[in-house]
């Protein structure tokens, strides 16, 4: 197994250069520098300006200044924010997304795989449909429409839950946490629907109800295992895109996450800010889907004597 | 099954726990708190190099120029300066600091404060992109161009610890408005230095524990994009009489996000409102609805050196084209003025006569006259806009005007606000939306621009007169009158030739609570937050 890891982590490297290497000089390429404004700047204060950053330079040199930087762990200051560095920036806004999409995993996990088990039980029934066009609609919602109208509904008409903020007052992590992950909980719930459906057409779960085994125990102790693996299979994926999607979520919420600094770099040409966040969310979902490829090794018996064997 | 019911159980807890907490609006009504909306987060809280409206929100509660501002009608009022003398030829200024202005450290405010403090927002490291506002200070743009090194022949001086002279290169009606500019506000040389070079960007000087300020409030907290608090200033010279006890700034990138803010009392006042809340809060809670005049422009700039727009007909005819009326009333929606002049009218009692007609009957006279008859052979035009639902409203709304007048084909073309940057100032255009709003309150700050290769020119139009009013006769100019008249004669100028077709004057928009008092509707959207108060007895 640790075998397996260490290759995985060694493919990492050479997948994390290229992000690198793409992403540096794209975000130069782009039209539009990081100083530009309406309102003329004197040619004096840019040429200062740009002295500053090292934009003076060609650009290979400072990319290789800046793989330097990046191997000491140095993402470099923000040209939009003077007073702060990347990796400050990236501190300040990291734990509000985590925790967001911790939450978000929960609500999607929960809902998720409840309305797909419980959907896969009848299949073609009304007991299927229902969650399970439920599931799709949530999956085609996006969050920009999904977010104001839980808002409208909870925080406004209902005034049963704040609007906005992020621990500031009890309870205001609810509608983002369900906003951000109720279009995984649909995809979840499709993921766990099939997954259950192929299992209980199984053998072992013939056995299990020939065993005379009351249904409630047939699915939660014998299916549930096997019908779930495509869910986990999905997580690692899953947690890295609620951690790099949560822009909309953040925005609309008032959430003071990463998210919001990721998209705005782009827009400010901030180029350290956008190479920063772009280093890091690109490794956090390199580590999340290792991750839950371990997690799959793990609970599938088929695939754990595959890598032992192999 | 058992996980599902727990779930619900685990909300409706949270939902019970809850329930209903004193919004932000009321218990700030309680304890003198005043809850704003504040656009962005703010860049920096170093006033020699932030540019945006958000972080001069901020700077003008934490820091005081030599001049204020009456909130009432933008007049200058004493701040540390207690009063000034202008001599004869208008040209040399000398400042009395009052004797009882403090940092908030509780050290005193002098007259070498503010002499570090425009030498530092000089310094072309520091990247002080509002640096030009020095200019009209004798030398101050020869310095800052690296033509002269000596700072003591820039036009400020120090007569006395509390006595500072400043010598301008022209008489300057406006200058004493521009000292109520960030780029004016002084800075604390000790905390400065202590947190590094006087000329490096980004220090953590600005930081809540570090920043030292003259203003009537000062930091406490920096929560990035989160909110930033600041507290009355005991030390502040006028401290007596102001009555909030703080502020609270909320970075509200987004205008939904923050009306709904407003609605469930989590904010005393927002920055602007959606477009289409605008009717909404018109019908049902007009009372909170704040809607004035604002000292900016939105007009469309030619090309003038890609045919056809080099011919002024053409760009006559499409002025005549526009129904601006049409446009503030069906499509703006918020109060907005149709353009009559390129300067907002009654700019500091300048009120250019009115030259944009709506004419069709004309504009297709012209277009024929140009060798275009009823269109016919005119290339197919793109006009550029920086992407927003807004800009394309009104772009949409021209390109049909265009069609159904003169017969004439545009594309839309809109682009990511950096590019279009990049596109307007490579002249990469034939077209292109653009604002602008004025630096200070005088016609100088909107005519200025269009002189030849003017940095914020970027039409390629030029014209020698017009030059010369404004760079020489209109600066030496020795009367309110005689100014006017010439600014008049180059308003005339550019708006017979258009190389630019003003559009509409903007207004400001804001929601605000009914229970703020001393909030006053200017031009420039300016608050002087210690005149702000808040009745605790106000309905929430």
């Known amino acids: ?310 | 099954m058992i996980n599902k019911n727990l779930f619900v159980l685990f909300i409706l807890v949270l939902l019970v726990g809850c329930g209903q907490s004193e919004s932000n609006v009321s218990s700030g009504n309680r304890i003198g708190i005043f809850h704003m909306g504040n656009g962005t987060e703010p860049q920096e809280l170093d006033p020699h190099i932030v540019t945006g409206v958000p972080e001069h929100n901020i700077l003008s509660a934490l820091l005081e120029g030599l001049v204020r501002k009456n909130p009432e009608n933008l007049e200058p009022i004493p701040g540390v300066a207690k009063q000034w003398r202008i001599s004869e030829d208008g040209t040399v200024y000398t400042f009395q600091l009052r004797d009882d202005a403090h940092w908030s450290n509780g050290n005193p405010v002098t007259a070498e404060d503010f002499r570090w403090s425009y030498w530092r927002a000089m310094q072309s490291a520091l990247g002080n992109k509002y640096a030009y506002m020095f200019y009209p200070i004798k030398n101050a743009e020869a310095y800052l161009k690296g033509e002269i090194d000596d700072f003591r022949q820039v036009g400020i001086k120090v007569l006395d610890e509390r006595v500072l002279e400043i010598t301008l290169t022209n008489p300057t009606p406006y200058f004493l408005q521009l000292l109520d500019h960030q780029s004016y506000f002084p800075v604390h040389r000790a905390t400065i230095e202590k947190f590094g070079q006087p000329d490096e960007r980004g220090t953590r000087w600005t930081r809540p524990g570090n920043f030292v300020g003259n203003g009537a409030f000062q930091l406490t907290e920096w929560r990035l994009n989160k909110l930033i608090d600041v507290e009355k200033n005991p030390y502040y010279w006028d401290a007596s009489n102001v009555t909030l006890n703080g502020i609270r700034f909320y970075p509200t990138e987004n205008v939904s996000t923050e009306e709904r803010m407003f609605r469930a009392g989590q904010l005393h006042r927002t920055g602007s409102i959606p477009i289409d809340k605008i009717a909404v809060y018109k019908k049902e809670n007009p009372e909170s609805l704040r809607i004035a005049p604002y000292l900016g422009t939105y007009y469309y700039r030619f090309n003038t050196e890609k045919p056809p727009f080099d011919d002024q007909r053409v760009r006559k005819a499409l002025n005549l084209a526009i129904d601006r009326r049409q446009i503030v009333e069906n499509v703006t929606k918020g109060g907005q003025l149709p353009a009559k002049s390129f300067t907002p009218p009654d700019t500091l009692g300048y009120t250019a006569k009115e030259m944009l007609g709506f004419d069709p009957e004309q504009a297709r006279q012209l277009l024929a006259e140009a060798g275009y008859p009823n269109g016919k052979g005119f290339p197919v035009t793109s006009l550029l806009y920086n992407t927003s639902e807004g800009h394309r409203k009104i772009a949409v709304a021209i390109q049909q005007m265009w069609k159904q007048y003169l017969n004439i084909d545009i594309t839309l073309n809109n682009q990511d606000w950096k590019v279009y940057l990049d596109s307007v100032n490579s002249r990469n255009y034939e077209i292109s939306r653009a604002g602008w709003i004025g630096d200070y309150v005088d016609p100088n700050t909107f005519l200025d621009m269009w002189i030849t290769d003017g940095g914020n020119n970027q039409t390629g139009w030029s014209n020698p007169r017009y030059d010369e009013i404004i760079s020489k006769l209109a600066p030496a100019a020795v009367d309110r009158a005689t100014r006017y008249q010439l600014f008049q004669e180059a308003e005339t100028i550019l708006l017979t030739e258009l190389p630019v077709i003003p559009i509409y004057i903007y207004t400001s928009i804001s929601l605000a609570h009914p229970s703020i008092r001393g909030l006053s509707n200017n031009i420039l959207n300016y608050v002087s937050y210690k005149s702000l108060r808040l009745d605790p007895e106000a309905k929430p």
């Open chain 1, 1 to 310: 197994m640790s075998k397996f890891i260490f290759s995985r982590l060694l493919q990492a490297i050479p997948v994390l250069l290229v992000v690198v290497t793409a992403t540096f000089f794209l975000v130069r390429a782009a039209p539009g520098g990081p100083f530009s404004e309406e309102k003329a700047v004197p040619p004096e204060v840019l040429k200062a300006l740009e002295l500053k950053y090292n934009l003076n330079l060609p650009v290979w040199q400072q990319y290789t200044h800046y793989l330097g930087d990046l191997l000491r762990g140095d993402f470099g200051p923000s040209f939009k924010y003077p007073g702060r560095s990347v990796n400050e920036l990236i501190a300040s806004g990291f734990p509000a997304t985590a925790e967001l999409g911790f939450y978000a995993l929960l609500v999607a996990i929960l809902i998720g795989s409840c309305a797909g088990v419980f959907a896969a039980l009848k299949p073609n029934s009304p007991q299927d449909y229902i969650p399970m066009s439920a599931a799709m609609l949530g999956i085609c919602m996006p969050s920009f429409l999904m977010g104001p109208l839980l808002v409208l509904i909870f925080g406004i008409w209902l005034d049963w839950l704040p609007i906005s903020g992020w621990g500031d007052i009890p309870g205001d992590k609810i509608l983002p946490a369900i906003t951000l992950g109720s279009g995984y909980a649909a995809y979840i719930a499709r993921l766990s629907r099939g997954g259950m459906l192929e299992v209980m057409s199984q053998d072992y779960i013939r056995t299990a109800r020939a065993k005379g085994l009351p249904e409630r125990v047939v699915v939660l102790k014998h299916a549930l295992r096997g019908g779930l693996i495509p869910v986990v299979a999905f997580l690692g994926p899953a947690f890295a895109g609620l951690l790099s999607g949560s822009f909309v979520v953040e925005t609309i919420f008032q959430i003071p996450g990463l998210g919001r600094f990721f998209v705005q770099a782009a827009f400010n040409r901030d180029y350290t800010m956008v190479m920063g966040s772009t280093v890091f969310f690109a490794t956090l979902i390199v580590l999340f889907n290792l991750l839950s490829d371990v997690i799959a090794v793990w609970i599938n018996p088929r695939l754990r004597s595959q890598v032992q064997g192999g």
